[in-house]
């Protein structure tokens, strides 16, 4: 499958993580082949199938990995050369910390002090209190659940307020209000400039979040940007609609006859399923026809431009 | 199958349970009948307190639970030859075959051999992994993981399935799959589900009915179709500017809430048609129009307060 | 025309007979044995239970060999009985602190446990189970060797006179065999129980008997040879308890021999039941539902 690219645009200067022809291969085992990105500020989402290469990825993002060829900047610099750029990055990953005997501060404070930081108790109060957990806890760190070890993580990450984020898995383990505060404190990251990376498996989660993604499949950049217009470029897969109105018979005659849709169906008494390979064109059409033919319109569903359809297109499966 | 349609498959009431000064349960009602029903709350509601108890591994303190007709605690063995569990954790015995470690669980559920080594290879194929029954589970992915557990707890052909968390670390496409798999165990095999997770949306996809525990006791219970409502207004999105079609239909008489670039019209006789007839008139791409319904989210988010 | 016909595919329900919740504890107790012999493992699990079951029949099977090859020859001089048991002990020993931890920690850690509390077992008959097994491989230890002693001394001739006697042989060495197997083998699964990881247990229970060894020696070194701290020597205690049950006086210099016998079978017993009671009480406490 050929790559899918709004990226031409959107690589400019200002792009705060840049990969240019990033290829990572272990042995003989190919984990990442020749990917080229520019990501600014604002939060994105890095998806892939499981074994896709998106740990390996990351590690490279945060300097952690060096590139087998093709370099990787962040802020122009090279992560792995550059101290000063590796103290802008901050990085949760996704396994579990070892540091289980350590105090939640304590943990924090560790990272803080390896940064250099100046007050490192300060900073790491700050960190824990933005994460809204308890910098006062005294309980050890292997006695969290999964959802607090997730915020402590992300504590750690931004302790030293970096400019780029890299988050691995951060929503796994997290219940639905936990989720919502996580997905919220991402936003406010985003707000105050920074660059979030955010790999995640919830595709139902990341369609809030943000719907900027970098899509990685078996190694390689299959897509990059708003995940809506990847929808749209998806043009040898006609968009499948569902409506609902008081007359679905009318109504199909009618976006037949101004030739929007390619085929339709008659489902239930009122229901109608719609395949349109020019979803802008429909969109505006159906609206018109169905004024035009006195047909109320009762509910229109897209079936498939949901990022789950997208994701499934793009790797193929 | 439950085959008795008058007894629940799970029957709570008034359940309490704490551990020492730890009130986890405050008593706890609900009635949990045939289908896939999910398991809701939020991280240290009670839902692992809650399964320890149907499982019968702990005495309650107080109320009466019934589980499959029976007390868990009073005849748990007997039982939990009927229940079939796969644990959150992914640690299996990375040494043993997956086809070794199947065949054991079943066996230990009072299968014969010859029948739990047969059944056992069925489960395995079942879940999609007949042609990596014979490796050792220390050598498999999460997703294959998964579906051991999934094949453990299902090989024995259980009346009751207990799934906790069965698509944590599973990617979209396995956990579309995994998925699948569950809703054909609770609709073909006949199996009844009780699916513990944190992903509202995998619950809203397969489950039958919810069950979401909330500071102790359930806050709410019942089948997911009640969740509809389509008095509460129209969402509607567009390609185009939102704020501009939320002005011009406020500005004719409709009542409008704005989120994101989702618009919320409140129901009225002629709202349809003036959404319609507005958008037409803007020019603008009409990208979605449903009535608004209460997620399982708002549900969530209400009783968890 | 021949007919065609689409067979049912897919999941079939069992509606055949189940076994009862016991029979999942003899299931349990046989996997268990399978387990800690490194049967259906790697080699390199196998080698460690091998040695030990070489070490406690070699001398018999050598003994046996003899006495086939040599048939009455004047060099099979029959010592007491009680004196192969202290090869038998160190043996056990080296079972009980290598081999068995496997049976119970390992399903800790590989969150086997949790598998098996939603089985009909509980944690007391999962516990039953485990130590059945260890019991059994130890048993096969203890009363492996002396039977076939036993039997060639029949065959030379040479064995218990009569019927009577015969049998009463035969009691003894059951019950010394079975008493040893249980004595190690709660010392053993006790220990376990509080070690998730397999090379810990065996570490301690490689070194409880080392330093009562040191201790009671130690003790009765400084109290001029007082036989009762000798009873806090685990290897002497169990010697001692199979001269006991033999009715035989240990030959060896500074054995127990003065102390009644009631007092030793007590001190034997108790030790059991504490590390039982403490193996259940422990389990108990472990959180499982996760």
Redo the contacts between chains.
Sequence with gaps: MSAISLSSTEISPTSMVQAAGVSKWFGDLVAVSDVSFGIGAGVTAL?????AGKSTLLRIICGLARPSKGTLTILGKDPRRDVAVLGRIGMAPQQETLWDQLSGLEFVQLAAQLHGLSHPVEAARGAIAMVELDADDERSLSTY???MRQRIKLAQAIVHDPLVVVLDEPL?????????AMIALFHRLSDAGKCVIVSS????EVERFGSRVLVIAQGRLVAEGDFHKIRDLMDDRPLRISIRSNQPRTLAIALLECGVISGCELQDPDALVVSTSDV?F???A???A??DHQV???????LDDDL?SV??YL?G? | ?SDLIDAPVIFAEGVRKSYGTNHVLLGLDCEVGSGITGL??????GK??L??LI????PRHGGVLSVLGVDPHQS???L??R?G?A???H?????VQAA?LVQ??A??????KR?ATE?AS?ALW?VGLGEERFRPIGTM???QRQRVKMA?ALA??PDLL?LDEPT?????????AMLALIGQ?GS???IDILLSS????EIERVCDSVVILANGVVGYSGALDDLDSPEAGMRVE??GDSQLLADVLEARGAEVSIQHNSLTVSSSATA??L???T??EL?????????HRTTL?DV??EV?K | MSEARIHAR?????E??????S??MC??AY?TVQRVLGL???NW?KVLPALTLIIAFMPAIVFVGLAVLLPGSEELELGESGEYYVIIVGALYLFAAFVAPEAVC?DR????L?????????RN?YLVSKFAAIVGVLAFMTIGPPLLMLIAYTLEGVGPDGVVDWLAELGRLLSAGLLMAVFWGSLSIAVSCLFERRTRASVVIFLIPLVSTAVGDGLSEATEFSDSYQLINLFSLSVETVYRIYGQVNPVEGAIVRIDTWLVFAVTSGLIVASCWFACWRYQQIE???
């Excluded at chain 2, 809701?40 to 509601?45: P, V």
């Excluded at chain 2, 499982?55 to 702990?58: A, H, K, T, V, Y």
């Excluded at chain 2, 640690?91 to 040494?95: A, C, I, T, V």
């Excluded at chain 2, 066996?107 to 014969?112: A, E, F, I, S, W």
């Design positions: 998806l892939g199938p499981n074994g659940s999964k959802g796994t383990g997290l219940d639905p209000r936990q989720r919502r498996h919830v595709l139902d802008m429909f969109r505006r159906v609206a018109l169905a004024r109320s319109l009762l509910e229109i569903r897209p789950e994701f499934r790797v499966q | 199958m809701l709350g939020a991280n240290g509601a692992s307190t399964i320890g499982l019968g591994l702990r748990g063995p007997e939990r030859l229940l569990y644990p959150e954790h640690n299996l015995p990375g040494d070794d054991h669980v066996q230990l559920h009072g299968l014969p029948i059944r069925n079942q992915s999460t997703g453990q024995h052909d207990l944590d670390g599973l990617d979209p496409v396995q956990r579309d165990v073909e095999f006949g944190h992903l509202l949306e567009v390609d349809n048609d959404i319609r007839d958008v037409a020019g603008m791409g009409l990208r979605r129009l449903e009535p989210e969530f988010i968890s | 897919g999941y079939l329900a069992y055949g007979p189940r076994h009862s919740p029979r999942a299931n349990l996997h259906k493992r790697s699990q390992t850690r590989s969150g086997m949790g598998l098996y509390m939603a089985s009909p077992l509980n008959t499982i539902e996760r």
